[in-house]
């Protein structure tokens, strides 16, 4: 069956850096978009970044724009995101999700991860 796994969250303080990892397996993704989405305390589920798999188009959402990156390797099948800059409002639950599909937000996903927390000590 598919799996997406997170890793690399963690606390931070404010200005620093952490790079997350999503492991995808059960199926080929060269057809999908890769998106990273972020769930704060209270919060929906919002959009931060994407990927598509084949052509490595990217996009991102205008809060993390300069700082985030998205990026993938597709040997190792796995999806990441360089956060750079970070601060103490990037506090979240991060979540890797796939989805055959370039509409951007969480519906349309067809795959989730179950998370990994990330928090920006001011």
């Known amino acids: 069956q598919v799996q997406l796994v997170e890793s690399g969250g963690g606390l931070v303080q404010a200005g620093g850096s952490l790079r997350l990892s999503c492991a995808a397996s059960?199926?080929?993704?060269?057809?999908?978009?890769m998106g990273w989405f972020r769930q704060a305390p209270g919060k929906e589920r919002e959009f931060v970044a994407a990927i598509i798999w084949n052509s490595g188009t990217t996009y991102y959402a205008d809060s993390v724009k300069g700082r985030f990156t998205i990026s993938r390797d597709n040997a190792k099948n796995t999806v990441y995101l360089q956060m750079n800059s970070l601060k103490p409002e990037d506090t979240a639950v991060y979540y890797c999700?796939?989805?055959?599909?370039?509409?951007?937000?969480?519906?349309?996903?067809?795959?989730w991860g179950k998370g990994t927390l990330v928090t920006v000590s001011s």
């Open positions: 999700a796939a989805g055959n599909t370039r509409i951007l937000v969480p519906r349309s996903m067809d795959y």
């Open positions: 059960g199926r080929t993704f060269s057809r999908y978009t």
